[in-house]
């Protein structure tokens, strides 16, 4: 079963997309420090809507809106 990045949602198949590289970490490399700690919730949220933006081409208050539901059904953030 693929575990998913409880901050952000991402799925994390191999160890080097969970944080810090290790495979028991719940969060992604994308939500976490260089070693593993999870980032605050502003800086998990900032990159979440600049992937929705860049990766996605959703205007920022469409990204905001969608970061915000991802975020609030999210373990890390309820």
């Given at each position: 079963?693929?575990?998913?990045?409880?901050?952000?949602?991402?799925?994390?198949?191999?160890?080097?997309?969970?944080?810090?590289?290790?495979?028991?970490?719940?969060?992604?490399?994308?939500?976490?420090?260089p070693t593993g700690k999870l980032k605050?919730?502003?800086?998990?949220?900032?990159?979440?809507?600049?992937?929705?933006?860049?990766?996605?081409?959703?205007?920022?208050?469409?990204a905001e809106k969608v970061v915000d539901e991802v975020m609030s059904t999210?373990?890390?953030?309820?």
């Open positions: 079963m693929v575990k998913k990045c409880e901050s952000c949602g991402m799925p994390m198949e191999e160890a080097s997309q969970h944080g810090g590289g290790d495979i028991n970490n719940l969060y992604c490399v994308h939500c976490t420090t605050s919730r502003s800086e998990v949220q900032e990159g979440m809507i600049q992937f929705y933006m860049d990766a996605m081409k959703k205007p920022r208050e469409e999210a373990p890390a953030w309820r």
